[in-house]
Each structure stands twice: as C-alpha cells, then as structure tokens.
C-alpha cells in the first residue's frame, strides 16, 4: 500500500499503472524524488474531490441524484433487456434466409446513371435514349455527376440497400430489366435515369450476421413493447386526472413547462401512479424538457397528449426499473458498483462546476491583455500559390527532376499531365494551400512553408506520394485583430486560468485533508523507481 484517504487504500500496482498510462505532455519533466509525490498527488486528487463533494452535501443533492437515476434507469434498461427480455427473442436460420431473399440482398446489380439538374432536360434525355441514342454518350455528355461521367455513367456494383440510399426505387432494383433505362427518377431536388448490366450473387454467409443483429434488435423492441404493456395491466398504471389538470394550467403559462416552474408540492404531484410508486410531475417534466419537441409546448395540452409523451420516453423505463427492482436486478453487486461509481463522477463533476468552471470566468478585458501578451497564437497561418506535380513513386519523380533540369519539361506543363491532386488546381495548373492544407496535407504544407520563392523543389514525400513543387507567391503570417479572435483569446484564458485554479484547489484540499492522508515513502520509491521513472524521462524528451 503506497497512501491511503480515509479507509480508501491506494496501491503500488493501481499508482505504477496509473503513471504508465498517462500521456506523455502530462508527465513529470525529471525523474527526481518530486515527480513521485507529483505523481501520487494526481492519483489523490481524484479522491479528494470525492471527499470534498461528500462533504458539500452533493452526493445527496438533488440535481445529482435527478442525473444519476435517469442514468440509472437508462441503465437498468439495458440490463433487463439482456438478462430477462434476450431469451424471449428467437431467431431462426430460416428467419435469416427469408429476409435475405425477401428484401433482394442475394444480388448485385451493375448500375449506371445520369444525374440532372433540371426536369425538363431529364425527359428530354429519356425521350432521346427511347429514340435510340446511346446511354453512355449522353452519361458522358450531360451527367453532372463527375466521377462516373467519363465512364458513361457507370457507378458500379449495388445491392438494394445501397440502391435506395442512390434513391433507386426497390420496384426499379427488382424489375427492370438488364440493358433497358428507367423512367425519370426524382433523387431529392435532381433527377436521374439509370440502367442495369449483369448481376452478381451475393454468397448469405457475407450478409448473414448483420441480418440477424438486425432482426435481433427489431425482435428485442417487440418483446420490450409487449413486457410494458404487461406491466402497465400488472401494476394497474393510471393517469391521474389532477396532475394532468396542473400540466394545463401550467401550459397556459409557460409554453415549456419546467420543474422551476413548479412549487415543491406540485413537484410532487402523481401524473402516473401504478402499484408501488408513481411518476411525479416533476418527474414527467424534467424528461420531457430534454427533448427538442417540448419546445413547442409538446407533451402538456390533454390527457391524450400527455399519455402519447409519457408512452413514448418515460413509462416504459419506469415500469423496466420497477420490474427489474422487484426481481432484485437493481441488488446485485455489479450493478451496485455501477451506482456508486456513476454517483461519485456525477458529483464531482457538479463540483467542479462550482468550484473551477463557475468562478473562473475572463472578461473581455482579461482575454485582451492575454491576446496582446500572446500574439503569436493569434498568427494566421501562411498562404501559398503554387504549381505542383505528384508522383507515386520517388523513381518517376527523381526522372521528371531530370527532364525539368534538361529542358525537356516545364513544371506547369507536368501539372497539367499529372492528375493525381486535380480536384485541388486552377484552370491554369496552380494550387492554393492555407488552413485546411495545413490540417489535411501537413507533411506538404511544412515543406512549402521551408520552400524558397520560384525555385523547384524535390521530389518531396507527403501524404500521397512524392511531390516536386515550386511556390509562386505567398502571403506571409499577419496577428489577427483582437476583435475576430476575442471568442478564441477568452477560451484559450479561460483554460489557461482553470487549470492553474485547479492545481492551486487541489493544493488546498491537500491540506485541507492532510490529517487524513497518510502516504508510505518507502512504499511509494518502490512503485515508482528511479529506472521508471528515468525511462519516462527519456520517452518524454523523444
């Protein structure tokens, strides 16, 4: 045992693998005595947060415990699911081959397109293609769907799930016949024709498995539907016609009703009531409130209304939970660890809102004085125009080198050749590189950034190959003004800040708790050892 917190005991296998795992920017920059105690104090702090929000009464507050059960509920939920409502579902082989077949998942289809913009031109093509033009030709001609116009509109192998997400008709898929082309498709605000060539069988073993999850969970949401409804006749659930009426008068005042809205007794108001509890009000409320439709006044104008919401995101849960209560699932040690855990990171997140996110708070003064003491994070990046020629291979790209030096090729001319970054050229060859280069085509834009004006450069490995480039023009890194990165200068503070008011707390409840911490030295070198800790080192500075 290295430390202990109360009757929590903190040992050498828990610290050393703690340490282990903990990402290199986080760790101790020597390998001294004080990176231990550096080490073990991020171990205890996390215990320390546990005693203090015990001791601020949150474990017990009512907007943790409000989080916690419907965590816990949700929870609950998928227990049952898998412990008691599995078994009732069966699958069968043949359940899997029926759907196989049934919903045309055995077969592939060769498919080719044109994609259109306008409807008029979309009859106008068909009427040419039903007068004998060829299908390619007008693909090529007219599609707006670049990848497969040079290929007279070939878009390649589907099965029926991938054709109706190109917005092909299942009837379409299954029927038309090989050669013939469609009638005029809508596909959203376009429109497209299509044609079919030769199939090809898709073996079941491929698709096996993801037909029997799926029939799998469409047969567990049947047998969860059928268990609450035996539930709701098994626990006598009612709808108290009072609750309902506060849910309206209230309605007339707040579109959204909200639990703040409520007095503590109408809070506790029965809007449901079944053989050992009750949904309250406020209960109802607060789980309605999370869904974005409530925000029209959902959920609370009648009876009907109320009864369509609750069946729909509260009852279910609630009765699960009182099945699985009854049965004793709520009991068992694996879920009890799950509570508590899930208890102590909901209040120390609470306490930590209180106590770092609430009181650390920059105004716009405090994010200008950082923006002008930090100027440099506030650089744009550079911009660059450039020609560019990318290679597969280093060995075409060494010999294009040598053609250029001979004479015998201009890097504009091979821009123009080489296709392989085309979607990211001008008409005329040239590339911009800014910001998203610098985040997609890192290795690329490091070395343009290194790049002399006009001069030839490479060949270059980047992320797709072997690039040879010459930069043409670049605009150099200028400081923002504070007025478009104040948003950026304040969150950039406001981390700043909270990390050192964290660092600084936790060293207040170190001694605030000393008298409850107790540490073993000799313990703590042998979990953490001068080798160790050397090796951490030197991971570090690689």
Known sequence: MVARVDSTEIFAAELHAFVEQMPAGLRARTSNEGARMSYLRSLLAKHLLELEARAQGLDISFEVQADLMARWREHILKVYRNEVLASQVQISEADIRAYFTQKGLDRRRQVAGILLDEEALAHEIHARLAAGEDFAELAEQYTIDERSATQGGLLGFVDLERAQRLRIPAAVFRELQAGQFSPVLPMGKRYQIVRFFQDQPVPFAERRQQIYDLLYERELVVAEQREIRHLERKLKLQLVSEGVKLLQDKAELYTRVRRSHLSAAESAQPLFTYRGGSVTLGDYVDILGRDLRSLSGWGVQDGEEVVAAAGELVLGQWLIFEAARRAAITDGRNQQRWLEANRKELMIKKLRKLEIIDKVQPDREDARDFYEDNEKLFQTNGEYILVEVLLETEVEAVELRRQIARGEQTLASLAQQYPLRAEMRDEVGMMHMGDYERLTLPRLYKAVQEAELNAIVGPVEVEDGFS??????????????????????????????????????????????????????????????????????????E
């Open 468 to 541: 040879l480039f010459k930069v043409l023009d670049r605009e150099e890194r200028k400081v923002q003004p504070f007025s478009e990165v104040e948003s950026k200068a304040r969150a950039l503070l406001r981390g700043q800040q909270r990390e050192q008011r964290f660092e600084e707390w936790i060293d207040s409840l170190m001694d605030k708790y000393d008298d409850r911490i107790a540490i073993s030295e000799r313990a703590l070198a042998a979990a953490l050892p001068d080798t160790f800790l050397q090796r951490l080192t030197r991971d570090g500075q």
